[in-house]
């Protein structure tokens, strides 16, 4: 990597897709997420997004996540899933371009290989080269070749906690559909608390409690991202979590000023 120690976008699957429905872009939420990183202007940007509405239901159909099962439908349920990934990735990256950002994205499931679902050999070369010429690495949640199971889903959010750790992120920015994490789930329930900060020992206590993503998840929505977090947190970085289909949210927080949502440090 380039001396900088990175700063890692997350763009969740809720955020840019519509979960409601099958393969349904949020085009308009893309698009300003573009400008918003774009006018951020850094040079040390890593931008993982999550699968929603087009990774999850086809990895669910064909139960990508609990590895290969000797049923063939599966081997094209996997290629499915990378395609349907890429079609989301394509948009996002037209977004980015269209920009004019110099993102170049990295298709996780050419470059990990993951061992009972735990990412076990990255080939980062290509991510190296990158980091010297400044260019922004665009990765995604993606299914995997894994050397027990055959293969398996890597969510974005164990790419986030992965590349956060390897490479000493100098922040983690998560952009969500709410502003932060609640106490229970603010799309359901007007009476949702939000939490402003919290620390290591506070997020290991809410984790458990934290309810499930809505529509189809494979990787475990809002608990599974925190369990992802934790080593993170644990490690000293810094986390925000805020929304990111509206407002300025994503800009302000990756350029270092308060949002509406969730600070998470270890102390
Ligand atoms: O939305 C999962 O990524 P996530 C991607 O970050 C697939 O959990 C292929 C379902």
């Not at 269209?98 to 298709?107: K, L």
């Not at 302000?252 to 440090?265: H, P, Y």
């Amino acid at each position: 990597m380039n001396d900088a120690r990175p700063i890692i976008l997350k763009l969740g699957g809720s955020a840019i897709t519509d979960k409601a429905e099958e393969a349904k872009p949020r085009t308009d939420i893309i698009n300003r997420l573009a400008e918003e990183i774009k006018r951020a202007d850094l040079d040390n940007l890593i931008v993982v997004h999550g699968g929603g509405s087009f990774g999850h239901p086809t990895a669910a159909k064909y139960g990508i996540k609990d590895g290969y099962k000797e049923d063939p439908t599966q081997k094209f349920g996997f290629a499915e899933t990378h395609h349907m990934m890429t079609v989301l990735n394509g948009l996002v990256m037209d977004a980015l371009i269209w920009h004019e950002i110099p993102a170049v994205s990295i298709a996780p499931s050419n470059c990990f290989v993951t061992e009972n679902c735990k990412v076990k050999f990255f080939d980062e070369t290509v991510m190296k080269n990158m980091a010297k010429l400044i260019f922004t690495p665009v990765l995604y949640g993606d299914v995997v070749f894994d050397e027990k199971l055959g293969f398996t889903v890597l969510s974005g959010d164990q790419l986030v906690a992965y590349l956060a750790l390897k490479y000493k992120a100098q922040k983690i920015v998560i952009g969500t559909d709410t502003d932060g994490l609640f106490d229970c789930d603010p799309k359901t329930n007007p009476e949702a608390k939000p939490f402003k900060k919290l620390n290591l020992k506070e997020l290991k206590e809410l984790q458990p409690k934290l309810g499930k993503a809505q529509g189809t998840d494979v990787t475990g929505g809002m608990a599974g991202k925190i369990a992802e977090l934790i080593p993170v947190v644990e490690a000293g970085i810094h986390v925000t979590i805020t929304g990111a289909t509206k407002g300025l949210s994503i800009y302000r927080a990756l350029t270092d000023q308060s949002v509406l949502g969730t600070e998470i440090e270890k102390a």
